[in-house]
């Protein structure tokens, strides 16, 4: 099994499976110790990596963020077409989406407080 807490990709999340069933064991009885397993598993990890937490801002979103006073936005608060653009853009790639400028109140609420979430995770460190 893997030392590392999180899998480095596809070919970890493998090898963690056909551990945990008792596949690795059977595979390495029937064909030994060389059966190509991780070379395999490294193939693996480097065509599929798992991805990495993007959950950060750097020092110019979160400049940004604090400048235009995210945290104190509330349901009532107006948002130009540029600040959701411009906040819809920092938000896509902290959770590494790919999310479009929406007139669903509910849908910018929404992305509104997760960034307000993040904000204030800055903030309380």
Do not use: H
């Amino acid at each position: 099994m893997t030392t590392d807490k999180q899998p480095k990709g596809l070919g970890d999340v493998i090898e963690n499976i056909t551990e945990a069933t008792g596949i690795k064991k059977l595979v390495k009885w029937v064909f030994g110790d060389d059966c190509g397993c991780d070379a395999r598993k490294e193939k693996l990890n480097k065509l599929f990596p798992r991805k990495k937490n993007t959950q950060c801002l750097n020092e110019q979103e979160y400049s940004y963020l604090k400048e235009i006073k995210l945290k104190d936005f509330n349901t009532a608060t107006r948002l130009s077409a540029q600040m959701q653009k411009d906040i819809l853009v920092i938000y896509n790639r902290v959770f590494n989406q790919r999310k479009q400028s929406s007139s669903c109140n509910s849908c910018v609420i929404s992305m509104i407080n997760e960034m307000k979430t993040v904000l204030k995770a800055y903030e309380n460190e």
